[in-house]
């Protein structure tokens, strides 16, 4: 593709985007938490989505498609991809509390069972194998501290430090908010921290490096992107690679714990249940008996459900899968970019809002000088030391028969007397 023709195309990918907002669109007022919880969590709660016209931004992807004409290289695949996703996140909320949603978010974010690139593995599968792990480990004392609570405005005042020590002038505003659907979310202008949410002292590490340090770092990477402004924008056909790359950062940060994991699976198995049938109270039921927390059951509930249905019809919104599927598909990418040699894809990964597939035409766009190298990286990234020597020790790993490493030290652990811990 031309260099000229790129730019004029964005311009209408942006145009496109500007209205899908899914997140905020989606979101559950707090008087549906209220009511349900005034009936005694005995009844289905009733939500009713604003309207959403997907018009507008259908006109602009067909002006932009009618520009491009058919795809034939990196870049102009790279854009029909944009435009594809830009157009299912319209339709998914223009069709929310509908049939028709499932379809949207499946294009958008995938299923549980679905497939990984190797044709093997799966999302589903790798939640089920960690929650068969986890639970095995549920009688152990790992070390943890006793309880706490964070307030929001003491997860603030440290989410402020970090960002004005990584960012400077260019620090996002940390704020604390009275409602929000999820504990933090972040973006280039500010950090919302839900003024309710109770917060461990793990869960401080791992929200400045989740959302600061991955979030927040790219949308102001991809903002510094000339001429390629859709970097900056975190519409819906990015979120499993940017939420991989954020919980990946958990992991090799070490803010990851047992109790985060665990979310992590949990939700991902609470979609498989929704799209077999069970409704929101089941699966609300469901997470009550794993946490005894009802207003955090209802939170993790409200997730799987939000723009589907609530009654059992399998029509879940599928979009928590993305932590776990990104995470396999980050650590996938990176530790095979470390054995081929190809280390300055990781910084590639940085450059603004992304998905893993778009690597080859941003790549292409760097060669012709117009895809800027990131200004802002991880501090796992920007000294890279542990993290390429961890992933060249990954790579090897892949090549292990498991099976038969897992059968010899099952003997050796038989023959092993149990200690008090076991």
Not at 125 to 139: F, K, N, P, T, V
Not at 186 to 192: D, K, L, V, Y
Not at 363 to 385: I, K, M, N, S, Y
Request: glycine share 8%; with cysteine; hydrophobic share 45%.
């Amino acid at each position: 593709m031309d260099t000229e023709r790129i730019a004029p195309l964005i311009e209408l990918l942006r145009e496109a985007e500007a209205p899908v907002r899914v997140l905020r669109h989606l979101a559950w007022p707090a008087s549906v938490r209220a009511a349900f919880f005034a009936g005694g969590a005995r009844r289905l709660p009733r939500v009713a989505y604003p309207s959403f016209d997907p018009r507008p931004s259908r006109a602009a992807l067909a002006r932009f498609r009618e520009r491009l004409g058919t795809p034939d290289d990196v870049v102009s695949h790279w854009l029909a991809r944009q435009a594809d996703a830009i157009e299912h996140g319209a339709l998914l909320l223009a069709h929310a509390g509908r049939d028709q949603f499932l379809e949207h978010s499946r294009a958008l974010f995938g299923l549980p069972g679905d497939v990984q690139p190797d044709e093997q593995s799966s999302t589903l599968g790798l939640a089920r194998q960690l929650d068969g792990i986890i639970e095995s480990l549920s009688h152990l004392d790992l070390g943890a501290p006793p309880p706490a609570c964070h307030s929001a405005s003491g997860l603030a005042e440290s989410m402020r430090a970090a960002v004005v020590e990584r960012f400077g002038e260019d620090a996002p505003e940390v704020i604390v908010v009275d409602e929000l659907s999820a504990n933090a979310l972040a973006g280039p202008e500010n950090i919302r921290i839900r003024r309710d949410a109770c917060f461990t002292d793990r869960d401080v590490d791992q929200l400045i490096q989740h959302e600061a340090f991955v979030h927040v770092l790219t949308s102001l990477n991809g903002r510094a992107q000339s001429g390629l402004a859709i970097l900056g924008t975190s519409h819906p056909g990015t979120t499993r690679t940017q939420e991989g790359l954020a919980v990946f950062a958990e992991f090799i940060t070490g803010a990851m714990e047992i109790d985060r994991l665990r979310r992590l699976v949990d939700r991902v198995i609470a979609i498989q249940m929704a799209l077999d049938g069970a409704d929101f109270l089941e699966v609300y039921r469901w997470f009550l008996e794993r946490t005894d927390d009802p207003g955090q059951s209802f939170e993790n509930a409200r997730r799987v459900f939000r723009g589907g249905r609530v009654d059992g019809a399998g029509v879940p919104f599928t979009k928590d899968i993305v932590y776990l599927d990104g995470l396999l598909r980050v650590h996938n990418f990176m530790r095979t970019a470390v054995s081929l040699g190809r280390v300055d894809l990781l910084r590639l990964l940085f450059v603004g809002k992304l998905d893993i597939e778009d690597i080859p035409a941003l790549a292409e766009l760097r060669a012709r000088g117009l895809c800027r190298d990131p200004g802002w990286l991880p501090p796992w990234v920007a000294d890279p030391r542990s993290l390429v020597s961890y992933l060249a020790y990954s790579s090897f790993l892949n090549t292990i028969d498991l099976d038969r490493l897992r059968a010899h030290y099952a003997q050796l652990a038989a023959a092993a007397p149990a200690g008090p811990d076991a």
